[in-house]
């Protein structure tokens, strides 16, 4: 997928970051952005025609990468190494 810059500059400008750009898959599904708002963490993704099934609806794949990222980034926070296997 190509990053459309406006969308980027608009997570960006409220504190969001892209938090694994060197991961092809993650690039290529999202890309996804990461942010913080009273403590709690936000992960957020911008939805596309790429990103949606043939009703036009976030496909489920979709869904379950991000599920898997929030987990994974929750995870990482207690970890030393910052690494962490997620289903």
Do not use: W
């Amino acid at each position: 997928m190509t990053i459309n810059k406006n969308t980027e500059s608009e997570f960006i400008n409220n504190g969001f970051v892209i938090p694994y750009p060197d991961d092809p898959f993650e690039m290529k599904s999202g890309p996804f952005y990461l942010g913080n708002q009273d403590g709690k963490t936000i992960l957020s993704i911008r939805l596309g025609r790429s990103q949606c099934n043939s009703n036009l609806v976030a496909h489920g794949g979709l869904l379950m990468t991000l599920a898997d990222l929030a987990v994974c980034h929750e995870a990482c926070k207690g970890d030393e190494y910052g690494s962490s296997v997620t289903v």
